[in-house]
């Protein structure tokens, strides 16, 4: 199953669902990444960690440790 981790820069997903043992569930449901969310990897830093995505209108840097712990829909994986 691919992750958030996965996307390469202008690539764009859909989330499938935050895991319930995932420790950064709550700060992640806070900014507005739920089932169904619409995100595009907009780049990352020089060392590969964190990765920039734009989530509902707002960039948000997500360290590759939980990135890797948010999957994404098959079906709907691919760039635009």
Same mark, same amino acid.
């Given at each position: ?12 997903? =859909?989330?499938? @669902? ?10 992640? +449901?806070?900014? $507005?990444? /739920?089932?169904?969310?619409? =995100?595009?990897? @907009? ?10 995505? +734009?989530?509902? $209108?707002? /960039? ?11 999957p994404l829909k098959e079906d709907l994986y691919?760039?635009?």
């Open positions: 199953m691919k992750s958030l981790k996965d996307l390469k820069q202008g690539d764009c997903c =859909v989330i499938d @669902v935050i895991p319930e043992n995932n420790s950064m569930r709550r700060r992640l +449901l806070d900014i $507005g990444l /739920v089932e169904n969310t619409r =995100v595009e990897c @907009v780049g990352q830093s020089p060392s590969g960690d964190p990765k920039a995505f +734009l989530i509902r $209108g707002a /960039v948000i840097a997500l360290r590759l440790s939980d990135c890797a712990m948010i691919g760039t635009d």
